[in-house]
């Protein structure tokens, strides 16, 4: 049974992207003719705080909490969140100025304003869902087929949302047109399971008069659920797929939303070489933003045991431990916390 738990837990991390935190921000650059190069300095880097910032809460917050904000945000409220802001490569000649102005956040003051609001937050932004395209006109079909025009998009233009099947003769097996029109829920889930999935996006592409036609589901907790439909007059793969992409995230974003109203309870054991060792987990164990309170309850030989109070669902917790470094291994209402 052990084994079992573990298991779901590996497959859950391979839907769910590490490398880049949500609250980092990207180098600007600034470059302008002035008089007053100070006063214009100023007012670039007064314009980059706004984009910076609404690019962070666009990214963690949904469209409509999103938009809450966008009608709230002042200068005075961002720069409670600045931790510092970097220039490099400045450049002033005559009255030409440039440089590259990179403006860092504190996470841990975004989260406690949000928590402060009651607005839920993700960390991260989900990748690799199983992605189903049935493609449709007059004349044919195409489903797991290498002349499925849009695979062939996607083959040459990678995105980390989307995992494509193998488009095998496998494949081709284990679903059929008929499956996909009639959203066939056992098919759906021996398809998933080849690829060790538990999620999909299903893209449904229909070309009648002279109109492409897509409409956007959803599959997790086994069951279908549409997200959307788009008319385009003109077959654009960049657009469909920009389209999906945001109404995914989003989507899941609703679905996975860290809440800040209530909280949760877990009992945890952390085995540790030496206490060089245990200050370090219990140093990476503080970086954890949904973590509220952790309380000793027990100390033995090479090993602690916790009580961690924190916010949101058990099913965050791997995740973001994953992300700073630790792994943590979930038994009912029991867990084990180990260095990676």
């Not at 590996?10 to 190069?37: C, V």
């Not at 400045?90 to 975004?110: A, D, T």
């Not at 109203?261 to 949904?290: A, R």
Request: proline share 1%; hydrophobic share 35%; charged share 25%.
């Amino acid at each position: 049974m052990n084994f079992f738990i573990t298991f779901i837990i590996t497959i859950f991390f391979s839907n769910f992207a590490f490398s880049n935190s949500l609250f980092d921000t990207n180098f600007y650059e600034i470059s302008f003719n002035s008089n007053n190069i100070e006063d214009d300095k100023l007012k670039k880097i007064r314009n980059i705080k706004y984009k910076s910032i609404k690019t962070i809460f666009n990214n963690i917050l949904e469209p409509s909490d999103f938009k809450d904000f966008e009608k709230k945000v002042n200068e005075d409220l961002i720069n409670t969140f600045i931790k510092n802001i970097i220039i490099e490569d400045e450049k002033i000649i005559n009255n030409n100025y440039s440089s590259q102005v990179k403006i860092n956040y504190s996470k841990s003051k975004i989260i406690t304003y949000l928590r402060s609001k009651n607005i839920g937050y993700v960390e991260f932004h989900p990748v690799n869902f199983l992605t189903i395209i049935y493609e449709k006109n007059n004349l044919e079909k195409k489903l797991f087929s290498k002349n499925n025009s849009y695979y062939n998009y996607l083959i040459n233009n990678k995105n980390n949302l989307y995992y494509l099947p193998l488009l095998d003769i496998n494949d081709r097996f284990i679903m059929s047109y008929d499956d996909i029109e009639n959203l066939n829920l056992n098919k759906i889930r021996k398809f998933l399971s080849k690829y060790s999935k538990t999620e999909a996006i299903l893209i449904i592409s229909s070309n009648l008069k002279n109109e492409n036609q897509y409409t956007l589901y959803f599959y997790h907790n086994n069951n279908f659920e549409q997200i959307n439909k788009y008319n385009f007059i003109n077959k654009s793969y960049e657009i469909l797929f920009d389209n999906v992409e945001s109404d995914v995230v989003n989507f899941w974003k609703s679905k996975n939303l860290i809440q800040n109203d209530t909280f949760n309870n877990i009992n945890c054991d952390v085995p540790y070489f030496n206490l060089l060792e245990l200050k370090y987990i219990k140093s990476k164990l503080s970086n954890i933003s949904i973590i509220k309170q952790i309380k000793l309850n027990n100390i033995s030989f090479s090993i602690n045991n916790y009580n961690i109070d924190y916010y949101g669902t058990k099913k965050t917790l791997p995740i973001l431990f994953q992300m700073n470094g630790l792994d943590i291994k979930i038994f009912n209402n029991k867990c084990k916390i180990l260095l990676k």
